[in-house]
């Protein structure tokens, strides 16, 4: 093919790409069930195994589907196994991408995962957070008092306490 004929479909790559984001959210709420799991999350959650389950997962749904996203884009007649990998790597990325918007943005997380981020950010390890989310201790709340402030009348023998109060944080 000559490199200066080369012209890009925009309304193909348009449909490619509104595909490769539904796949991706379809994938990221499906895998969701399994990685934001307190059984799944406690032994395995860390080690890199969800990449490797996201991606087998993605690649399976392609070549299920025959997506191939690189043959689609370029005017292949023929898919390939790399443009099956390729499309299945960018879905599995983009299901990461996905879950960062729902945990980060939205907010949208499980109790156990809410449990599990408010314990982290405590200084709790991740292993030890992840375990105590599992059996389902709540973190800790932080008391709203900063400071009581006492105020004594020195003029009697006995010191007595005229007022005392709660300085309170702001919300």
Known sequence: MEPLLFQLEWD??????ATVVLLAFIV????ALLFENKFYDVPFGGTGLSEIIALSTAFGVVYYCRFDALAILMGREQMSWVGYLVTAATIAGGSKGAIALFH???????????????????????KEAAAA??????????PD????????DATRASRTVV??????KPR
Do not use: I
Not at 145 to 152: D, P, R
């Open 12 to 17: 193909v790559a348009f449909e490619v790409l």
């Open 28 to 31: 990221e709420r499906a895998l």
């Open 104 to 126: 980060n943005v939205l907010n949208w997380q499980s109790s156990y995962l809410k449990s599990k981020s408010e314990l982290m950010k405590r200084g709790v390890p991740r």
């Open 133 to 142: 989310a599992a059996a389902g201790a709540s973190p800790p709340k932080v």
């Open 145 to 152: 008092v900063v400071s009581t402030v006492t105020v004594v």
């Open 163 to 168: 007022d005392e109060t709660r300085v309170t």
